[in-house]
């Protein structure tokens, strides 16, 4: 598998569920990205990890954790979603070394909540 | 604060007319701007960024920091080219993008 892929490409779950958003990267990046993008939005920045550290939280509500054990994995943990978390989750992936690189984007995640 | 702009959600053209996707952007700082294209049943992917001044399938776009814009411009418009285009920003050097809401360009035959 190359390139940034994202499993499963669709969740369904409830209000109470707990579940987890799989990001994996096969380009040697040293950054990842979540995303989420929802009919009613531009596509909104959630969280930035720089060789495997957050440099960035979007004002994310606390109910996503996100979570980047090794510089080519990256997971979004979820719990107590809202109906209005339902969104097209996608992960990217970049290297980043003092300049503006290209972010490679996945598939996406196709996120309901019931 | 950093924010993109497109005024246009849709855009329709014949084949062969010029194109011309609007970008305009607010940023305090030197900003670096992208065009990335998502084409049907595709993942978003990078399109052009303004600091390699390049044509990437015949599109071209020149960062205006007078009129704060970064128009995609294309002189003949593919059926190939019909796809939704994102405007994103960030600033010089950084990592974090921030998008505009999109404009989906259809070429008509």
């Known amino acids: 598998e190359t390139g940034v892929t994202q499993t499963p490409r669709h969740l369904v779950m409830g209000m109470t569920n707990k579940k987890s958003l799989k990001c994996e990267q096969h380009l040697g990046h040293n950054a990842m990205y979540w995303y989420k993008q929802s009919a009613k939005k531009p596509l909104e920045l959630m969280f930035v990890?720089?060789?495997?550290?957050?440099?960035e939280n979007n004002s994310v509500p606390s109910r996503f954790s996100p979570e980047c054990p090794n510089s080519s994995h990256l997971f979004l943990h979820l719990h107590t979603l809202q109906p209005e978390d339902s969104a097209l989750y996608l992960c990217a992936s970049s290297q980043v070394a003092g300049g503006s690189y290209e972010q490679y984007f996945g598939p996406g995640t196709r996120l309901t909540v019931t | 604060a950093q924010r993109v702009t497109q005024p246009e959600k849709l855009l329709s053209v014949f084949k062969g007319a010029p194109v011309e996707l609007k970008c305009n952007y607010s940023?305090?700082?030197?900003?670096?701007l992208f065009w990335y294209v998502q084409y049907s049943r595709q993942r978003l992917q990078l399109l052009l960024r303004h600091i390699s001044r390049e044509s990437i399938k015949g599109f071209t776009a020149d960062l205006n920091k007078g009129e704060t814009s970064f128009h995609l411009k294309k002189p003949f418009a593919q059926e190939e080219d019909s796809a939704m285009y994102y405007c994103a920003l960030s600033g010089l050097g950084g990592n974090k993008l921030v998008f505009g809401a999109g404009t989906i360009l259809r070429v008509k035959s």
């Open positions: 940023y305090s700082g030197s900003p670096e």
């Open positions: 990890y720089n060789f495997k550290e957050q440099t």
